[in-house]
């Protein structure tokens, strides 16, 4: 089972590249299923229904988020409504949605759970993700392939809890620094990793957004906001995992990295 997993899509340039690769690395590397990490879609914060539409209909298979899940509060009308929309489940307070859902392709079973770390992120409105996903390992239906999309903000986190579960899911692919690492490996028991898949978005930028508003207020302080531009040249991050559908376990791993060129 050979799955694409996108990493962060930020706003409209970030929509536009996804739309525009994913036939392109499906038909490359013969795709089966198709996940992504949304939780930027929208204006570069959270994902309205629209956006998530737009996604899904560009062919991505499963929406994961991360700790801007409720940014834009349109998602608590619709996202018990949707069946591809996986929202942290490690949320502390009640919260519609599920953290961890089950897709039958082509008579393989997928879970796709969505967990949100807790160093150097609001710690306090989540739940420990070790036992978080213990508990769903423990507590939902087995699967035969069990893709983790851990949103986290320090490696050092993402690397313990990638061992802590090596040889239990098939892989851990971190999100949310939206700067792809190389380290995407297999860990000794079976389990794909990578530290960051990257980001979808401006290129041109920082994290996605104008380079000159995020250096106004993150090296001089300035209460300014980080603005999204509309178009320009895009980045296409994401990792494919070719997953042994009777182990489980990853067989391969490898980044994708793809940067549009100037005109």
């Given at each position: 089972m050979k799955i694409l997993?996108?990493?962060?899509?930020?706003g409209k340039i970030g929509r536009r590249i996804v739309k525009e690769m994913i036939p392109i690395y499906v038909k490359?590397?013969?795709?089966?299923?198709?996940?992504?990490?949304?939780?930027n879609a929208t204006h570069g914060k959270g994902i309205i229904y629209?956006?998530?539409?737009?996604?899904?209909?560009s062919g991505v298979d499963a929406i994961t988020l991360g700790n801007h899940y409720?940014?834009?509060?349109e998602i608590k009308k619709y996202i018990e409504n949707t069946d591809r929309l996986v929202r942290p489940a490690n949320i502390i307070h009640s919260f519609?949605?599920?953290?961890?859902?089950?897709?039958d392709v082509d008579g393989i079973s997928i879970r796709v759970t969505n967990i949100?770390?807790?160093?150097?992120?609001?710690?306090?409105?989540?739940?420990?993700?070790?036992?978080?996903?213990?508990t769903i390992l423990s507590d939902e239906e087995k699967t035969q392939i069990h893709l983790v999309d851990f949103h986290a903000e320090a490696t050092g986190e993402k690397q313990c809890f990638a061992y802590a579960f090596d040889g239990l899911v098939s892989a851990v692919i971190c999100t949310h620094?939206?700067?792809?690492t190389s380290d995407a490996h297999i860990l000794p028991k079976g389990t794909g990793y990578i530290s960051d898949v990257g980001m979808c978005g401006y290129a041109d930028g920082v994290l996605g957004f104008d380079k000159d508003s995020v250096i106004k207020k993150t090296l001089f302080g300035e209460k300014s906001r980080f603005e999204l531009p509309e178009s320009g040249r895009a980045i296409f991050n994401a990792v494919v995992i070719d997953v042994?559908?009777?182990?489980?376990?990853?067989k391969q791993i490898f980044p994708i990295y793809y940067q549009e060129k100037n005109n």
């Open positions: 997993f996108i990493g962060d899509i930020v490359k590397y013969g795709i089966d299923f198709v996940i992504a990490n949304g939780e629209h956006h998530y539409q737009e996604l899904i209909d409720n940014s834009k509060t519609p949605g599920v953290g961890s859902i089950l897709f949100l770390g807790q160093a150097f992120m609001n710690g306090e409105e989540i739940n420990n993700p070790y036992y978080t996903l213990l620094t939206h700067v792809q042994d559908e009777q182990t489980g376990l990853t």
